[in-house]
């Protein structure tokens, strides 16, 4: 079973950047397609972006408009999400998942069955 755990969050101002990452134990995350969602306050949590394990990548172009970018390096085991122009509206705890979908990837979070604990990120205006 894999563990994972979020770390990079923080508070930055608006136009900032932060670059989460998740690490992950227990097993290796290159079979797994990795995503990275979010919930902010009072709010469901939402797909952000996720990568396939040959490195293929989705996003949601609506929120992030090409100011995230998703990576993974297997051979740290690890999982990054590259956050920049950052805007008070994303603002939220930052989750990362891993789903079993042999090669595939999704957006759909009911498809990933492991979780990390969060990483707030909090966006000063």
């Known amino acids: 079973q894999v563990q994972l755990v979020e770390s990079g969050g923080g508070l930055v101002q608006a136009g900032g950047s932060l670059r989460l990452s998740c690490a992950a134990s227990?097993?290796?995350?290159?079979?797994?397609?990795m995503g990275w969602f979010r919930q902010a306050p009072g709010k469901e949590r939402e797909f952000v972006a996720a990568?396939?394990?040959?490195?293929?990548?989705?996003y949601d172009v609506d929120s992030v408009k090409g100011r995230f970018t998703i990576s993974r390096d297997n051979a740290k085991n690890t999982v990054y999400l590259q956050m920049d122009s950052l805007k008070p509206e994303d603002t939220a705890v930052y989750y990362c998942?891993?789903?079993?979908?042999?090669?595939?990837?999704?957006?759909?979070?009911?498809?990933?069955?492991?979780w990390g604990q969060g990483t707030q990120v909090t966006v000063s205006s």
């Open positions: 227990g097993r290796t995350l290159s079979s797994y397609a």
């Open positions: 990568i396939s394990w040959s490195g293929g990548k989705i």
């Open positions: 998942a891993a789903a079993s979908l042999g090669g595939g990837i999704s957006k759909d979070q009911r498809q990933y069955h492991t």
